[in-house]
């Protein structure tokens, strides 16, 4: 019973900056501080929100969005892991691609639009690569880095009682790296979201991010809103995904 009554207060005293948010919001608009047709007050948002949820119209949004989202996340983390793996174990690998690589992180994904458009068109395939650039990246370094922090002296330590490569890499190196590959993971999913927003106002016709760019252009504005909102509580679903997932497989840190 303590346990709930602390729970529910944690998690109230959480939410206290979110409540005056949204009550300021809503006093704004509504005392004409700001004006309604620039900022609609959360209950016509909300409103708004549950008229597309009734005609079915948000769900269509979401999943689109949320595939797209998984789709480019689940081959940027399969591609950054792999290679951020083989990286950070070879040492010679990662003197000849460092170069390579910092130029490519810094290259923006919104900034290659045009180039991806220009190669894969206006279909799926270029809002997935728009996806996948953007998120790759966190991935890929921060393995790389959590491979080339592990303790040496525990390396060596396993490697005088005669463990093969193989061991070391399965036993040693993967679990102590495991924590960074989930940060960049978990950062990466934080920029698909981003990402899936830029790539769907561009020759979309669904997703919320092609709903809040058309409820702009129609002037639309609790739709336009509703679809920020369902984009922030995308993000945060995601991430409290990625951090359950991150819990399960490093568990044997709390131990």
Request: net charge positive; charged share 15%; with cysteine.
């Given at each position: 019973m303590k346990d709930k009554f602390y729970r529910g207060g944690e998690l109230l005293s959480r939410s206290v900056g979110l409540i005056l948010f949204i009550i300021l919001w809503e006093a704004a608009p509504r005392l004409g501080w700001v004006m309604q047709t620039y900022l609609a007050p959360p209950s016509r948002v909300f409103y708004a929100l549950w008229l597309m949820t009734a005609r079915g119209e948000l769900a269509r949004h979401v999943?689109?969005?949320?595939?797209?989202?998984?789709?480019?996340?689940?081959?940027?983390?399969?591609?950054?892991?792999?290679?951020?793996?083989?990286?950070?174990?070879?040492?010679?690998?990662?003197?000849?691609?460092?170069?390579?690589?910092?130029?490519?992180?810094?290259?923006?994904?919104?900034?290659?639009?045009?180039?991806?458009?220009?190669?894969?068109?206006?279909?799926?395939?270029?809002?997935?690569?728009?996806?996948?650039?953007?998120?790759?990246?966190?991935?890929?370094?921060?393995?790389?880095?959590?491979?080339?922090?592990?303790d040496p002296v525990l390396?060596?330590?396993?490697?005088?009682?005669?463990?093969?490569?193989?061991?070391?890499f399965i036993k040693i190196i993967l679990p102590s790296a495991a924590p960074e590959i989930f940060t960049g993971i978990r950062l990466g999913g934080s920029y698909c979201v981003m990402a899936v927003v830029a790539a769907?106002?561009?020759?979309?016709?669904?997703?919320?991010?092609?709903?809040?760019?058309?409820?702009?252009?129609?002037?639309?504005v609790p739709e336009m809103y509703g679809g920020i909102i369902g984009l922030a509580i995308l993000g945060i679903g995601l991430n409290w995904i990625l951090q359950s997932a991150e819990k399960f497989f490093t568990s044997w840190r709390e131990v």
């Open positions: 999943l689109i969005s949320l595939q797209r989202v998984i789709l480019g996340l689940v081959v940027s983390s399969v591609v950054g892991v792999v290679f951020g793996l083989l990286i950070g174990y070879f040492r010679r690998l990662d003197r000849v691609l460092d170069l390579l690589f910092q130029a490519f992180r810094q290259m923006s994904a919104f900034a290659l639009f045009p180039v991806f458009i220009l190669l894969f068109g206006l279909g799926e395939l270029s809002k997935t690569v728009i996806i996948f650039w953007a998120s790759l990246w966190p991935v890929l370094l921060n393995t790389c880095s959590g491979v080339k922090n592990v390396i060596r330590s396993v490697k005088s009682m005669g463990a093969s490569k193989l061991f070391i769907e106002m561009i020759g979309a016709s669904s997703g919320l991010g092609y709903l809040v760019l058309y409820s702009e252009e129609t002037f639309n």
